[in-house]
């Protein structure tokens, strides 16, 4: 069993931070991936940001409207990911999710897991 478990979110001000976590525990062979979305009421969830394990090629992506105010980082010994968020607007606003991508076992296919969510809310 896969489990991942987000924590850090909250109230806020504009222009505040926050620093969003999501340990995964369980049976986890390897991690392709560990990624943060998020979706607001009656939006579809879109990707905020994304990083790649160390081998193949590792590295983080950004979408557009985070860039320069969220910094996505993990740390492998703990399988934890983090979003340090910076700089926060109100359109911010929403429930932010973690997702791993990777395998429980060897052989087995590629997966994807889901945290429950942490909720973001930023007040104007």
């Known amino acids: 069993q896969v489990q991942l478990v987000e924590s850090g979110g909250g109230l806020v001000q504009a222009g505040g931070s926050l620093r969003l976590s999501c340990a995964a525990s369980?049976?986890?062979?390897?991690?392709?991936?560990m990624e943060w979305y998020r979706q607001a009421p009656g939006k579809q969830r879109e990707l905020v940001a994304g990083?790649?394990?160390?081998?193949?090629?590792?590295?983080?992506n950004y979408a557009d409207f985070v860039k320069g105010r969220f910094t996505i980082s993990r740390d492998n010994a703990k399988n934890t990911l983090y979003l340090q968020m910076n700089s926060l607007k109100a359109e911010d606003t929403a429930v932010y999710y973690c997702?791993?991508?990777?395998?429980?076992?060897?052989?087995?296919?590629?997966?994807?897991?889901w945290g429950q969510g942490t909720q973001v809310t930023v007040s104007s």
């Open positions: 997702k791993l991508v990777g395998r429980r076992y060897s052989p087995d296919s590629i997966r994807e897991y």
């Open positions: 369980g049976s986890i062979f390897s991690i392709n991936a």
């Open positions: 990083i790649t394990s160390g081998g193949g090629g590792g590295g983080t």
